[in-house]
Every structure is written in C-alpha cells, then in structure tokens.
C-alpha cells in the first residue's frame, strides 16, 4: 500500500522529535496507536458486517433454486421414487406393514454350549 522505506522512515521520525519534542513523543505514538486501533476495530466490524450480509444473500439464493429443484422433483415424480421402481413394486408402498424377520426361539439347550469329553 504505502512504499516507505529506511530513510523515509527516519526522516518522518526525525521531523516529529523536532515538531512534538522528546518530552511529549510518546503520549504522542500512544495516542496515534489508540487511534490506528480504533481504525482497525471499525474496518474489522464493517467487514464482517459485510461478509455477513454477503453470506445470507447467498444462502437465499441458493434456498431459492433448492425449492425450485425440489418442487422440479416432486412434479416429476409424485410418488417419492423413481418410475422404474414404482411399476416394478422394489419399493415398498406406505401402507404395507413390514415383513417380521425370520428368527428362531432360544431355548436354554440351545443357549448353553454342549460339553465335549474329557
């Protein structure tokens, strides 16, 4: 941003020591550090406050073409799958009720390890 360089440097410091004196430089620089500090704090929070108004307008947009695909998909397909697995039954309709696993009684024999000779 600014090019100062060594020589640029010693002459800005050089003029101020004269014009502000010795006695009073640093209530001066810490009265110019409080100010590049507040500086900062405004342009970080402007910033943010910018990033942040950026960020939802994006996110509405992007709500917008989600509905619109989403409402592109249920006209498409209105039953919740594809066409394919409508005809053919690979989906189970709503209404049907779930098939009951195929599983067999534990008796205690059965629980219990059969012991081997000695």
Known sequence: ???????????????????IGPKDMPGALRQAGRWIGKARKVS??????????IREAE????EK????QNEKVMAMHPN???????????Y?????????PA?????AESAVPEKTGD
């Open 80 to 90: 919740g799958g594809p066409p394919e697995a409508a005809q053919t039954g690979a």
């Open 44 to 53: 970080s929070h402007f910033r943010t406050g910018l990033d942040s108004m």
């Open 59 to 62: 996110m509405e947009d992007m």
């Open 103 to 107: 599983t067999s009684p534990v008796t």
């Open 1 to 19: 941003m600014f090019d100062v360089g060594a020589s640029e440097l010693l002459m800005i410091a050089v003029v101020a020591i004269v014009v």
């Open 65 to 68: 073409k989600w509905k619109a």
């Open 92 to 100: 189970p309709s709503p209404q049907a009720p779930a098939p009951a």
